[in-house]
C-alpha cells in the first residue's frame, strides 16, 4: 500500500491567524480527501480533491499530483476549526484508503 | 436526503464476546467500507464491501467479518472480542467501489470493551 505522511503533527494558532497542512503520498492516486475530524469523532468532508485546487470559504486545498503532495490552507481561524485534520488517498490499484496520522489543530481565542 | 447512519452510537461488551455494529450507505451509495480508529490515530482500513462481497480487505483479522445486504446496507461482526478491539467503529460509502467518487463517513460507534 502506498504511504501517507501529514505535517505538522501538531499546530496552535491564535485565533485569526493563517495555516497550511501537508500531505504526502508515496505512489499515484485516484482519490485524495481532507477531513476534519471534531472532538465528537464525527469525520466531515472538506474536499475531494485527487488533482487541481478547490476553495470553500476560509478554507482551501490544492493537490499537485505529479509531485505526489496535497496542501490544505486554513484562512482567518477560528476556535471552531480546532480538531485533527486528516487526508486519505487511494491508489489506481485497489480500493483500500490509506489515511495520514493527521494533524492536530488548536486554535486559541 | 439521509447520510451515513450507524448503529449504535456506543455500545460496552467484555472480553471474548460477539458484536454487529450496522451502517446505512448515503441514497445512492452501493459501496460500504469499515475502519477503525483507535485512541490517537487514524482510521485504519478494515474491508469494503460491494456487490454483497468483499472487495478488499485490511491487516485485521478473521475475527472481523461483514456483510452487505441487497438493499447496500453492512454489518461489522467482531468475534471473540479482545481488549485492543476498543476503539471508534466508521462506515465509509462511496459509488463504484470509490473509484474516483468521494468517501462521505457516519458518525461512528465507540466500543468499549472491559
Known amino acids: 500500500g502506498i504511504q501517507v505522511e501529514q505535517s505538522p503533527p501538531d499546530l496552535i494558532l491564535q485565533e485569526g491567524a493563517n495555516s497550511t497542512l501537508r500531505c504526502n503520498f508515496s505512489?499515484?492516486?485516484?482519490?485524495l480527501q481532507w477531513f476534519h475530524q471534531n472532538p465528537w469523532g464525527q469525520l466531515i468532508n472538506l474536499f475531494y480533491i485527487p488533482s487541481g485546487t478547490k476553495q470553500n470559504g476560509r478554507l482551501s486545498a490544492t493537490t499537485v499530483a505529479t509531485e505526489r503532495y496535497s496542501l490544505l490552507y486554513i484562512s482567518s481561524s477560528q476556535t471552531t476549526d480546532s480538531g485533527v485534520y486528516f487526508c486519505?488517498?487511494?491508489?489506481?490499484?485497489?480500493?483500500?484508503?490509506?489515511f495520514g496520522t493527521g494533524t492536530s489543530l488548536t486554535v486559541i481565542p | 436526503d439521509a447520510g451515513v447512519t450507524q448503529s449504535p452510537t456506543h455500545l460496552i461488551k467484555t472480553r471474548g464476546q460477539q458484536v454487529t455494529l450496522r451502517c446505512s450507505p448515503k441514497?445512492?451509495?452501493?459501496?460500504v467500507s469499515w475502519y477503525q480508529q483507535a485512541l490517537g490515530q487514524g482510521p485504519q482500513f478494515i474491508f469494503q464491501y460491494y456487490e454483497e462481497e468483499e472487495r478488499q480487505r485490511g491487516n485485521f483479522p478473521d475475527r472481523f467479518s461483514g456483510h452487505q445486504f441487497p438493499n447496500y446496507s453492512s454489518e461489522l461482526n467482531v468475534n471473540a472480542l479482545l481488549l485492543g478491539d476498543s476503539a471508534l467503529y466508521l462506515c465509509a460509502s462511496s459509488s463504484g467501489q470509490g473509484r474516483g467518487q468521494p468517501q462521505h463517513f457516519g458518525d461512528g460507534t465507540r466500543l468499549s470493551i472491559l
Open positions: 486519505a488517498a487511494k491508489t489506481n490499484t485497489g480500493n483500500q484508503f490509506y
Open positions: 505512489d499515484s492516486v485516484n482519490n
Open positions: 441514497s445512492g451509495h452501493d459501496t
